[in-house]
T-cell receptor, first 115, second 114 residues
Framework: AQSVTQLGSHVSVSEGALVLLRCNYS??????LFWYVQYPNQGLQLLLK??????LVKGINGFEAEFKKSETSFHLTKPSAHMSDAAEYFC?????????????FGQGTRLTINP | DAGVTQSPTHLIKTRGQQVTLRCSPK?????VSWYQQALGQGPQFIFQ???????QRGNFPDRFSGHQFPNYSSELNVNALLLGDSALYLC?????????????FGPGTRLTVT
């Protein structure tokens, strides 16, 4: 069965600093990977997705992630943090690309931005 | 184009009661999935409906049931509520055989069981 581990339940960075949120997955077959963001009292918004095309994926709001099969990782990065990036971030995996497949989520990482 | 909508926004129930949550999918989507997000946790898959049938189910007891209507909207029913059912319930819609891979989430219904 597939699973996702997010390293660090809470990450704090200064405004303008690099953001790095870590995600490792476990899957018996090539996975499809997603990063979602959740702002307080809201649902989940898709940041980016990996679906077996380019290994470096660019998403919204300046975020990107790189799929590394050898490391079973899909870490999320942003070169320069903005105050508006403060939110909860979830990495998720599904086995098949279709939207019909269930998502398995990590525990989430809360990102705090210091002024 | 309206996204995924859910109602109600908040709900307070007493242990042992029953609750029904509602979801309208994004226009053009035919599949609805439900997730439970406990405080401080990632969402957990409850079940998924397509063509008015439950197609996949997560590790949730039979107290959790659902329904999908011909217009693709969906309901989640929870019977005999427990304190541990307090959570944010998220609905996600998608197109089963479409070219897009992502699920679109609604804002959720916050259920509090007292």
């Amino acid at each position: 069965a597939q699973s996702v581990t997010q390293l660090g339940s809470h990450v704090s960075v200064s405004e303008g600093a690099l953001v790095l949120l870590r995600c490792n997955y476990s899957s018996s077959v090539p996975p499809y990977l997603f990063w979602y963001v959740q702002y307080p009292n809201q649902g989940l918004q898709l940041l980016l997705k990996y679906t077996s095309a380019a290994t470096l994926v660019k998403g919204i709001n300046g975020f990107e992630a790189e799929f590394k099969k050898s490391e079973t990782s899909f870490h999320l990065t942003k070169p320069s943090a903005h105050m508006s990036d403060a939110a909860e971030y979830f990495c998720a995996v599904s086995l098949l690309p279709q939207g019909a497949q269930k998502l398995v989520f990590g525990q989430g990482t809360r990102l705090t931005i210091n002024p | 184009d309206a996204g995924v909508t859910q109602s109600p926004t908040h709900l307070i129930k007493t242990r042992g009661q029953q609750v029904t949550l509602r979801c309208s999918p994004k226009s053009g989507h035919d599949t609805v999935s439900w997730y439970q997000q406990a405080l401080g946790q990632g969402p957990q898959f409850i079940f998924q409906y397509y063509e008015e049938e439950e197609r996949q189910r997560g590790n949730f007891p039979d107290r959790f049931s659902g329904h999908q209507f011909p217009n693709y909207s969906s309901e989640l029913n929870v019977n005999a509520l427990l304190l541990g059912d307090s959570a944010l319930y998220l609905c996600a819609s998608s197109l089963r055989d479409g070219p897009h891979y992502e699920q679109y989430f609604g804002p959720g219904t916050r259920l509090t069981v007292t």
